[in-house]
């Protein structure tokens, strides 16, 4: 019996030495490597016909599907300037939100404090609850957003920014999200991350671009 | 179906084997660690070789020359490929780092004969059959889910044993190939050849 015990402990303490040999994914992943870059957009939008943008000057924190308000913190800033730089880039000339832009940009800071599944259309379908439609001067309009965009396992912080066509709000009754770039993983918010995350965004969506 | 089939085919063997011939003999427990190189298809996701796996049985010897038991084992295998853009199927382009992390754990009803009991080297030719439990991971940056499946493993095996005075107990070295159909995302099997070398323990009552 003794014999026997002595057998299973050899057994399962060689399981477990050698089991804990795996290598583990997430513990192979640096902060670089765990963000992932997504970006979506409505297919049937012709992008170069939009020549004008503004951009909101703060961004919202997003905490648990609700909005808990707008902040405009160094890192902000600095990520508002990049998108800017790289809306210019591809040829948009920013205007004031009063001198009636084609396009608007809404940049988010998204907090999930749960690791359950997200599903992300839940963001999107409450969405017009969290910029007010009246900033972009079209107060008592809804937001449209193209319905399921898949999900993705959450952890505790994601960046968006969303392209909202303010040119076609009034025939259309509704501000649509054209495009949107989500960023999700660690070390977001980052100061020195700030540049090359805007980029990342623009560089995988090359039909984004005007013709001036 | 057709490799339920051999398994089953082989199960009833085994057992008919152990009713038949079950009889005074040596019991060993075997313990080996083990390499694994992916092969075909699963080499095309996964092409990095694991070195961290062991293998492990405990037979019993109806004959001289042939003995049946239990085997199982763990292999681990993990790969990561740079960022790179993909298309999903909703449409959108996902910019991640793509990393497969799969661990097997087959346990096996396992037939083993020695060529040449009682030589200097002994070589000896087993072969084993069936579940395959298997761990899978396929994570874009950090995310994604594990999953935990169940399927059909089968390994024929090919080795030398150089036993260790009379005692009975030795060292082994082997090679096999390790059939694992395993159907998820681009995988079709898992399939490999590993390499092991471990101890025989004689196991007295």
């Known amino acids: 019996m003794q014999r026997m015990f002595a057998w299973a402990l050899t057994i399962i303490a060689t399981v477990g030495v050698l089991g804990s040999c795996t290598k583990d994914p997430l513990k192979n992943l640096s902060e670089d490597e765990s963000r992932i870059y997504i970006t979506n957009r409505d297919s049937t939008v012709n992008f170069s016909s939009y020549k004008t943008y503004s951009i909101a000057d703060s961004v919202l924190v997003i905490d648990n599907g609700r909005v808990v308000g707008k902040q405009s913190n160094p890192w902000d800033a600095q990520m508002i300037n990049a998108l800017q730089?790289?809306?210019?880039?591809?040829?948009?000339?920013?205007?004031?939100?009063?001198?009636?832009?084609?396009?608007?940009?809404?940049?988010?800071?998204?907090?999930?404090?749960?690791?359950?599944?997200?599903?992300?259309?839940?963001?999107?379908?409450?969405?017009?609850?969290?910029?007010?439609?009246?900033?972009?001067?079209?107060?008592?309009?809804?937001?449209?957003?193209?319905?399921?965009?898949?999900?993705?396992?959450?952890?505790?912080?994601?960046?968006?920014?969303?392209?909202?066509?303010?040119?076609?709000?009034?025939?259309?009754?509704?501000?649509?999200?054209?495009?949107?770039?989500?960023?999700?993983?660690e070390g977001i918010f980052n100061n020195s991350n700030v540049q090359s995350q805007a980029q990342a965004l623009f560089d995988q969506s090359p039909y984004l671009k005007t013709n001036q | 179906m057709k490799?339920?089939?051999?398994?089953?085919?082989?199960?009833?063997?085994?057992?008919?084997?152990?009713?038949?011939?079950?009889?005074?003999?040596?019991?060993?427990?075997?313990?080996?660690?083990?390499?694994?190189?992916?092969?075909?298809?699963?080499?095309?996701?996964?092409?990095?070789?694991?070195?961290?796996?062991?293998?492990?049985?405990?037979?019993?010897?109806?004959?001289?020359?042939?003995?049946?038991?239990?085997?199982?084992?763990?292999?681990?295998?993990?790969?990561?490929?740079?960022?790179?853009?993909?298309?999903?199927?909703?449409?959108?382009?996902?910019?991640?780092?793509?990393?497969?992390?799969?661990?097997?754990?087959?346990v096996l009803a396992q037939v083993k004969y020695n060529f040449t009991p009682g030589g200097t080297v002994q070589p000896y030719a087993a072969i084993g059959a069936g579940a395959n439990i298997v761990s899978y991971t396929q994570l874009y940056g950090e995310f994604g889910d594990k999953q935990a499946k169940i399927g059909f493993a089968a390994k024929p095996e090919l080795g030398l044993q150089i036993p260790l005075g009379k005692g009975g107990a030795g060292f082994s070295i082997g090679a096999a190939y390790n059939i694992m159909p395993f159907k998820q995302d681009e995988l079709k099997n898992l399939n490999n050849i590993g390499v092991e070398a471990g101890f025989i323990i004689p196991m007295r009552r």
Request: no cysteine.
């Open chain 1, 85 to 185: 730089n790289a809306m210019n880039a591809r040829g948009y000339v920013r205007v004031n939100r009063t001198q009636n832009p084609d396009l608007g940009l809404n940049v988010s800071r998204i907090f999930n404090t749960s690791t359950n599944l997200v599903n992300l259309s839940d963001y999107w379908n409450s969405y017009g609850g969290y910029y007010d439609p009246y900033y972009w001067g079209y107060g008592g309009y809804d937001y449209y957003y193209p319905p399921v965009y898949g999900y993705y396992q959450s952890t505790e912080a994601a960046f968006s920014v969303d392209l909202l066509d303010l040119k076609d709000a009034s025939s259309a009754q509704t501000i649509k999200v054209i495009w949107n770039g989500l960023i999700r993983g």
């Open chain 2, 3 to 106: 490799n339920s089939k051999i398994f089953f085919s082989l199960i009833a063997f085994l057992f008919s084997a152990f009713i038949v011939k079950a009889q005074k003999g040596e019991n060993t427990f075997n313990i080996s660690y083990s390499a694994a190189f992916p092969m075909g298809s699963f080499k095309n996701t996964v092409s990095s070789n694991s070195f961290r796996g062991f293998n492990a049985s405990v037979l019993h010897g109806i004959s001289d020359k042939v003995s049946v038991g239990l085997a199982t084992g763990f292999q681990d295998f993990y790969q990561k490929y740079p960022r790179q853009l993909y298309k999903l199927s909703d449409g959108s382009d996902l910019s991640a780092v793509l990393t497969y992390s799969i661990q097997t754990i087959p």
